[in-house]
C-alpha cells in the first residue's frame, strides 16, 4: 500500500511561482513511475510531467521549460517546480504513483490559483 500527500499550492499572481510537493509512504517508492495531473473545475484530468524511477522526465507541450519534476527516493518525495505560472495552470494537482504490477495510487490534491 502507498500513500502519497500533495502539499504547496495555493493562490499565486500571474508570472510568479509554486513548488508543489509529494510524500509517499512505502519502501517501494524507489521503483515507481511518478506523474502531477491537474483537474481544472469542469474538466477531465490530465497528465502534467512524468519521472521515472532512474530520473527521466517527460512533460506536456504547454508547461515545458516552466515546469520541472523532480525526486528524491531517500526521502520519497517527489517535486514539482513550477515557474512563469498563467492563468491557465490553475487547477486542483494530483500525485500519481504507478508500479510495474499495474498498481497505482493517487494523493487527494491540491490546489493552485493564479490570479491577480
Known amino acids: 500500500q502507498v500513500q502519497l500527500v500533495e502539499s504547496g499550492g495555493g493562490l499565486v499572481q500571474p508570472g510568479g511561482s509554486l513548488r508543489l510537493s509529494c510524500a509517499a509512504s512505502?519502501?517501494?517508492?524507489?521503483?515507481?513511475?511518478m506523474a502531477w495531473y491537474r483537474q481544472a473545475p469542469g474538466k477531465q484530468r490530465n497528465l502534467v510531467a512524468t519521472?521515472?524511477?532512474?530520473?527521466?522526465?517527460n512533460y506536456v507541450d504547454s508547461v515545458k521549460s516552466r515546469f520541472t519534476i523532480s525526486r528524491d527516493n531517500a526521502k520519497r518525495m517527489v517535486y514539482l517546480q513550477m515557474n512563469s505560472l498563467k492563468p491557465e495552470d490553475t487547477a486542483v494537482y494530483y500525485c500519481?504513483?504507478?508500479?510495474?504490477?499495474?498498481?497505482?495510487?493517487w494523493g487527494q490534491g491540491t490546489q493552485v490559483t493564479v490570479s491577480s
Open positions: 500519481k504513483a504507478a508500479f510495474v504490477t499495474g498498481k497505482v495510487y
Open positions: 512505502g519502501s517501494i517508492f524507489s521503483s515507481a513511475v
Open positions: 519521472i521515472t524511477s532512474g530520473g527521466s522526465t
